[in-house]
């Protein structure tokens, strides 16, 4: 296992492939302190950290950014093996991004969109943040409450699912003129019970 303990910034991005190359949106994080664990493919953030990815920023306690394991390739040259061994971080950060969870304090924050809870879950696969720990999500004066919160960054549709000791709520403005339902004023909401991997 490698830890390592930094203060400072840290951006994500494809590393493998020349940059005028890219595709994907980089994730840049600030934290008071880094570590990092090669084996778990797993970095870890904690510390007013501050996430901004594309037009979207979440804010945390503590932030926690999973790789997928990489697939297994023939062993580098001589040169590149003795680089990856003196780079503290190794090939971590250079693999495809499979998740990132965020722990305490979480505010995440898109448009005029604001949404709070304990713990948020991206999946960059699906581009999608689930909120747990009483979620609610506003939208000027308009707000929605539920047990979980499913808000898709490509779509920007929200599903809010509730639970038996907790039903969703929704506190709704007619602050949007001409607005008469929930899709004018939280464009992309699903009713309850809709299925999250639906969302896109």
Do not use: C
């Amino acid at each position: 296992m490698l830890t390592v303990l930094a203060a400072g910034t840290w951006a994500f991005g494809q590393t493998a492939v020349p940059l005028d190359q890219q595709a994907e949106t980089p994730l840049h994080i600030t934290a008071a302190q880094l570590e990092a664990d090669q084996d778990k493919n797993l970095i870890i953030f904690k510390g007013q950290v501050k996430a901004v990815y594309g037009d979207a920023t979440l804010y945390t306690d503590k932030l926690l950014v999973f790789f997928k394991k990489p697939e297994k390739k023939a062993p580098p040259a001589p040169a590149a093996q003795k680089t990856l061994e003196t780079s503290p971080l190794g090939q971590l950060g250079g693999e495809k991004l499979d998740r990132i969870e965020a722990l305490g304090n979480v505010r995440f924050v898109q448009e005029d969109r604001v949404a709070t809870g304990e713990k948020a879950i991206y999946y960059q696969d699906k581009d999608e943040v689930v909120l747990l720990g009483r979620p609610q999500v506003w939208r000027g004066e308009n707000n929605l409450k539920g047990n979980k919160i499913f808000f898709n960054l490509t779509t920007k549709r929200v599903v809010v699912e509730s639970s038996p000791k907790r039903r969703v709520e929704a506190h709704l403005y007619q602050t949007v003129k001409g607005a008469k339902t929930t899709k004018d004023l939280f464009p992309g909401t699903k009713p309850a019970g809709s299925k999250p991997g639906r969302s896109r």
